[in-house]
């Protein structure tokens, strides 16, 4: 996407679903502006380019209705941004550790090969640690990203499991875990 502008415009219309303004004021854009970013820095130049390039792109369309403005993103800015949220996840560290780790197991038929191949790879990238193919592990509590990546790839419920344990027998990588996030 062209601009950090552009993808908080398009993040704050996926999150609200649309935003209705009153198109009358001349200050219509500044209004929408301090909607957004909640803040009265405003750049009119950034941000109308950011919102041309929305509406070129196809990723937002506009409906006026009266003297009503209706912005909505479309299912193609719909997919744009669950794209980047997956780009950007991350997995937070709380200040302490709460002494349990995550299983996050997978069951994802050959035939979705593609989807299952980026999911164990962004798993990785997300500092998961492999028990098995299909068997991850995290010390971190992870069930938000993992139904944001089910979401994005089209996982279902069925395929994928998250559960949280204390300890268990015969898995080395427990103490892997523990070295390598200091716990």
Known sequence: MKSDTSKKILGYLVFTGMITIAATSPFFLQ???????????YNKKTFT???????RNKLI?????????????????????????????????PRKWDGKIRIVAFDIPNKQRTQRNAFRYKLKELGFYSAQKSV????????????ILADFFGLGE?????????????IDLFKKIKTAYKL
Request: charged residues 35%.
């Open 158 to 170: 069925k395929q994928i499991s998250v559960f949280t344990t204390e300890k268990a027998e015969g």
């Open 49 to 55: 380019n950011s919102f041309n390039y929305l509406r």
């Open 31 to 41: 209004r929408l502006f301090k909607v957004i970013f909640k803040t009265d820095r």
């Open 61 to 93: 369309t506009i409906e006026k209705n009266n003297h009503d403005i209706k912005i909505i993103p479309t299912d193609r800015g719909l997919n744009v941004i669950k794209k980047y949220r997956v780009m950007e996840l991350k997995i937070l560290r």
């Open 136 to 147: 991850w592990l995290h010390p971190f509590d992870c069930r938000k990203e993992i139904k």
